[in-house]
T-cell receptor, first 115, second 110 residues
Framework: DVKVTQSSRYLVKRTGEKVFLECVQDMDHENMFWYRQDPGLGLRLIYFSYDVKMKEKGDIPEGYSVSREKKERFSLILESASTNQTSMYLC??????????????FGPGTRLTVL | SQQGEEDPQALSIQEGENATMNCSYKTSINNLQWYRQNSGRGLVHLILIRSNEREKHSGRLRVTLDTSKKSSSLLITASRAADTASYFCATTGSWGKLQFGAGTQVVVTP
C-alpha cells in the first residue's frame, strides 16, 4: 500500500520559532510537493522538488524554505513562524510528469497553529 | 493562482440522489484530475481525464470534459453518506504541478 507520511498531525508553535515539517514517501517518486490549504482558497503550492537536492518555488514561497537531502524525504521549514502561517500543510508525491499518468499521492496533513 | 474553479461551493443532498459539480479552468490542459478530501485529511485521487477524452467512468463516478468551454463536471450517482467530503478539480502544469480550485463541499444526509 503506497504511503506518504507527515511527521505531525497537529502542531502548535509560537511566533518567531523555527518550524520543521517532515514528509516521507515510500513510492520511490521523484517529485514531491508542499501545499498549504486555507478555507475558500483551495490548495496553494509552496515549493516542489523534482529530484534530490533540487527545489523550485511554487506560488507562495515567501516565508518558507525546503530541503530534499534524500529522495524519500522532503522537509518544509518555516524560518520564523508567523500567525499568518497558521494553516493545514499537505505534502504530496508523484512520478515524473513525462509519464502519462501523474496522480499525486497526499499525506494526511499537518494542522499548524502559530500563536 | 487558481486554475480551476468549482461550482457550486457547497452542495447538500439526500442519500440515493445524484451529485453534480462543475469545474472551469483558464488555460489549455493536458489532463484534468478530480480529488476527494474527507474532513481534516489528505486528498485522495479519484479520476483523471485526458484532454482528448470527453467522458470517463469509474464506479459511481462520471467525469466529462469540454475543452472548448474549458470546463469539466463530476457526477456522483446514487450518493451515500460516505461520499460526504470536499471535491477538488486540478489541472496539470509543468513538472507535474497541479493547480487546484477552491473545492465543492458535499454533504450527503441519510
Amino acid at each position: 500500500d503506497v504511503k506518504v507520511t507527515q511527521s505531525s498531525r497537529y502542531l502548535v508553535k509560537r511566533t518567531g520559532e523555527k518550524v520543521f515539517l517532515e514528509c516521507v514517501q515510500d513510492m520511490d517518486h521523484e517529485n514531491m510537493f508542499w501545499y498549504r490549504q486555507d478555507p475558500g482558497l483551495g490548495l496553494r503550492l509552496i515549493y516542489f522538488s523534482y529530484d534530490v537536492k533540487m527545489k523550485e518555488k511554487g506560488d507562495i514561497p515567501e516565508g518558507y524554505s525546503v530541503s530534499r537531502e534524500k529522495k524519500e524525504r522532503f522537509s518544509l521549514i518555516l524560518e520564523s513562524a508567523s500567525t499568518n502561517q497558521t494553516s493545514m500543510y499537505l505534502c504530496a508525491s508523484s512520478s515524473p510528469p513525462r509519464s502519462s499518468y501523474n496522480e499525486q499521492f497526499f499525506g494526511p496533513g499537518t494542522r499548524l497553529t502559530v500563536l | 493562482s487558481q486554475q480551476g474553479e468549482e461550482d457550486p461551493q457547497a452542495l447538500s443532498i439526500q442519500e440515493g440522489e445524484n451529485a453534480t459539480m462543475n469545474c472551469s479552468y483558464k488555460t489549455s490542459i493536458n489532463n484534468l484530475q478530480w480529488y476527494r478530501q474527507n474532513s481534516g485529511r489528505g486528498l485522495v485521487h479519484l479520476i483523471l481525464i485526458r484532454s482528448n477524452e470527453r467522458e470517463k467512468h469509474s464506479g459511481r463516478l462520471r467525469v466529462t470534459l469540454d475543452t472548448s468551454k474549458k470546463s469539466s463536471s463530476l457526477l456522483i450517482t446514487a450518493s451515500r453518506a460516505a461520499d460526504t467530503a470536499s471535491y477538488f478539480c486540478a489541472t496539470t502544469g509543468s513538472w507535474g504541478k497541479l493547480q487546484f480550485g477552491a473545492g465543492t463541499q458535499v454533504v450527503v444526509t441519510p
